[in-house]
């Protein structure tokens, strides 16, 4: 892997750095001037597409057509690393805005990019915070978006499935949308929660059937334990 490091130090990172600053910038721009809400996703999109090109690693997916064009839907995913974010962005092929940790809107460039193009950012300091993130999610869900989550709050550690959170399936409940859970496997190869730098790999997107509310709404435990499976049904036996 000599030849692999020698790349990453002398190609790749220059590369993803520079490409990182331009897809931000650009956001900002056609943010700025109002420009078709899609433009920021599509930007985005081609963004994770590069790096993942630049990093050696391709993205397999499963399951596409259980997601319909002009739906609104709540995606939970695990969340086994950072190549999570390129995975999803680049080959999810739905429009969406991410709901992300307040704290990430401290990343230079990335942060004011991320929240002039519309993602949520998750503030629960305190009750008038919390109504503020979930009055944001309504109006992009209003508009025809739909948000990803990670129910799990953060990294796996050791790549196995954790526990999942209800603020995504509250949201879920409350604008009585369908919930779609997204498996990733193989983002945790590819770079683990303390890795520096990637490995060359390949990701396996898997995206299951909608679970969709009944008459009286949904019932957010058994939502939870449903969508938990469905994700776990598709990751190694070691992962679950």
């Given amino acids: 892997m000599l030849f692999y490091r020698i790349y990453q130090c002398i190609v790749m990172i220059p590369l993803v750095v520079v490409l990182t ?10 943010s700025l ?44 995913a695990n969340h086994q690393g950072a190549y999570d974010i390129f995975a999803i962005y680049g080959y999810l092929g739905h429009n969406f805005r991410w709901m992300m940790k307040k704290a990430l809107e401290r990343i230079p460039f990335v942060g004011v990019a991320c929240r002039l193009a519309g993602h949520i950012y998750v503030d629960s300091s305190s009750p008038k915070a919390i ?42 409940d409350h604008f009585n949308l369908p919930v779609v859970p997204v498996t990733i496997d ?11 730098l990637p490995r060359p790999g390949r990701i396996v997107l898997t995206i299951h059937p909608a679970i969709t509310a009944g008459a009286e709404g ?21 992962q679950r």
């Fill in 131 to 172: 109504k503020q993130t979930m009055d944001t999610a309504e109006k992009r869900l209003a508009g025809g978006l739909s948000v990803v989550v990670f129910p799990e709050g953060t990294r796996s550690a050791d790549g196995r499935l954790k526990n999942f959170k209800r603020g995504a399936y509250i949201l879920a």
């Fill in 186 to 196: 193989g983002a945790y190869r590819v770079m683990p929660r303390n890795a520096r």
């Fill in 33 to 76: 001037l109002r420009i078709e809400r899609r433009s920021s996703y599509i930007i985005a999109k081609c963004w994770a597409r590069l790096f993942c090109a630049l990093t050696w690693v391709r993205v397999e997916v499963h399951g596409r057509e259980n997601i319909a064009k002009g739906q609104s839907y709540i995606f939970v």
């Fill in 21 to 30: 600053i331009l897809t931000a910038s650009s956001i900002i721009v056609v």
């Fill in 218 to 238: 949904h019932d957010v435990p058994a939502l939870i334990k449903q969508s938990r499976d469905a994700i776990a049904s598709a990751l190694p036996e070691a």
